[in-house]
């Protein structure tokens, strides 16, 4: 896949490598991607919880599954 980067998130990327966090700019990228899939997560959850209601585990487990198809489709 090649995909084309701003020159801000180029710096980004070579600069978490240099720094020795990552080993590799697909690392970094990788770490971006899941960090912007816990954050989609996080903010379902809380929106869940503000909504209220009770769900059962099957109702919870069906959703995280929907969910998680969803951003399959979406490619994440």
């Not at 980004?12 to 989609?40: C, M, N, Y």
């Not at 996080?42 to 198809?69: C, H, K, N, P, Y």
Request: proline share 1%.
């Amino acid at each position: 896949m090649k995909i084309e980067l701003a020159d801000d998130q180029r710096w980004w990327i070579e600069h978490e490598v240099a720094s020795g966090r990552f080993d590799t700019p697909e690392a970094v990228i990788a770490h971006a991607i899941r960090q912007a899939k816990l954050a989609h997560l996080r903010a379902t959850i809380q929106a869940s919880i503000a909504a209220g209601g009770e769900f059962s585990q099957e109702e919870v487990d069906a959703s995280l599954d929907e969910m998680a198809a969803k951003l399959a489709a979406e490619g994440y």
